[in-house]
């Protein structure tokens, strides 16, 4: 079974400049996770989304960021205009169970670098 | 005070040693704990849950302290393979179940 795909793997960009990341979950898991992990630091949940819904988005930072899952499936995260703070790994993880986090998987994160 | 704690060591042990890790939370109203661990530039992967009567899987033992807010992470016997970052995962109900990870504990065996 495919695991969470997330692409691109790595990305260079100059501040000010958008940027978008993509997530494809498992299939037939409902509740898809965008997380932002700093070095050092442990992953902090950006959006929650169950199906298209987005459950859980209070520390998203809306004035710069936006996401979106639509069909409920593959889902994009995007910053415009990305900031040097927003230099970080966004790892994306699904679950098969809507608020049941044990099950979750991650994907191998888009590594992000702003210059 | 963060909602979850971690020492981030790094903890330097022999292999075969015995090592555990603690990581205290805040949030009285949690109800799910876990342990993830993660690799040098590696997603996080689960390692184990966390149940009210504490749980064992092979060398590793997983418990909850509801008195006292901490869940811990015992690992006996350690081997080579065990070294990575260990991440607490702390979900509180009632609310928007919002899970929160510790920033880790990293754990180095040597030879």
């Known amino acids: 079974e495919a695991g969470v795909v997330q692409s691109p793997r790595y990305k260079i960009i100059e501040k000010k400049q958008p940027v978008a990341f993509w997530c494809n979950p498992i299939s037939g898991h409902n509740t898809l996770y965008w997380y932002r992990q700093n070095l050092g630091q442990g992953p902090e949940l950006l959006i929650r989304y169950e199906n298209e819904e987005a459950v859980d988005d209070s520390q998203l930072p809306k004035d710069r960021f936006s996401a979106e899952r639509l069909k409920g499936v593959d889902s994009t995260l995007k910053i415009q205009p990305a900031e040097l703070g927003d230099s970080a790994v966004y790892l994306c993880?699904?679950?098969?169970?809507?608020?049941?986090?044990?099950?979750?998987?991650f994907g191998q994160g888009t590594r992000l670098t702003v210059v | 005070r963060k909602e979850v704690e971690q020492d981030p060591g790094p903890f330097n042990v022999p292999e075969g040693a015995t090592v555990a890790f603690n990581c205290t939370y805040s949030?009285?109203?949690?109800?799910?704990f876990f342990w993830y661990r993660q690799d040098c530039r590696k997603e996080p992967k689960l390692l184990m849950s966390v149940y009210s009567s504490g749980n064992e899987d092979g060398r590793f033992t997983a418990q909850l302290n509801r008195a006292s807010q901490y869940i811990s992470l015992l690992i006996r016997d350690s081997k080579l393979s065990d070294s990575a970052t260990y991440l607490c995962v702390i979900e509180a109900s009632g609310g928007s179940y919002i899970p929160t990870f510790g920033r880790g504990t990293s754990l180095i065996v040597h030879p």
């Open positions: 949030n009285s109203a949690s109800q799910s």
């Open positions: 993880a699904s679950s098969p169970r809507g608020r049941v986090f044990t099950e979750a998987f």
